[in-house]
């Protein structure tokens, strides 16, 4: 099962665009990479999912290069509210295998 | 709203007491799942059911049992509560191999 490494914790400020990138890279051909929101006391939330290239819907953007050994989670023009943990996880969907590791603690400044 | 709905939201037990968390969802979805959520851990799997009647163990089984009472409820049950099982649970749902995770929105454990 692919292991990611992504950052522990990153700064930002309102209205900045912030680039959150995961490494995997011993990612299956079959495996996507699917990107969680978590804000304190609530379940992970669904954000984007990709297989390759870029995938783009109205809360944030995915690109994966052609060798899928890293993905980039990009949240434009940020604002108080994207303050949360944000998790990488790649393989099937609802493999119950996948590896929740401890995410990137987003802090977005006034 | 369609999702996933937990109960209780909070709970303080006893050592020793048993309870059962109660979850259920209504998108349809085959496998459902629990997980516990520690400080500095993660989430990690405690049980799953692929589909309505299986049910199988995950990272962290010991100390709980499960029933798939139907397709849309899925219950964890600790039968004599430990200080090492105060955490956050949270149960989730997923309808197909390339679909994300449906979570719901949690049940924190104390048990004193």
């Known amino acids: 099962l692919a292991k990611t490494t992504q950052p522990i914790s990153m700064d930002s400020y309102e209205g900045q665009e912030v680039n959150i990138t995961c490494s995997h890279n011993?990612?299956?051909?079959?495996?996507?990479i699917t990107w969680y929101q978590q804000f304190p006391s609530q379940g992970p939330r669904f954000i984007i999912q990709?297989?390759?290239?870029?995938v783009t819907n109205e809360v944030a953007s995915l690109f994966i290069p052609a060798d899928r050994k890293s993905s980039t989670l990009s949240l434009p023009r940020v604002s108080l509210s994207d303050t949360a943990v944000y998790y990488c996880?790649?393989?099937?969907?609802?493999?119950?295998?996948?590896?929740w590791g401890l995410g990137t603690s987003l802090a977005v400044n006034p | 709203n369609a999702g996933v709905t937990q109960t209780p939201k909070f709970q303080v037990l006893k050592t020793g007491q048993s309870m059962t968390l109660q979850c259920a969802q209504d998108m349809n979805h085959n496998s459902m799942y629990w997980y516990r959520q520690d400080p500095g851990m993660g989430l990690r799997l405690i049980y799953y059911s692929a589909s309505e009647g299986t049910t199988d163990k995950g990272e962290v089984p010991n100390g709980y049992n499960v029933s798939r009472l139907n397709k849309r409820e899925f219950s964890l049950r600790l039968e004599s509560a430990a200080p090492s099982q105060t955490s956050v649970y949270f149960c989730?749902?997923?309808?197909?191999?390339?679909?994300?995770?449906?979570f719901g929105s949690g049940t924190r454990l104390t048990v004193v």
């Open positions: 996880l790649v393989g099937a969907g609802n493999n119950r295998k996948l590896i």
């Open positions: 011993n990612i299956a051909t079959n495996d996507y």
């Open positions: 990709g297989y390759k290239t870029k």
């Open positions: 989730a749902s997923t309808g197909g191999r390339n679909y994300g995770y449906t």
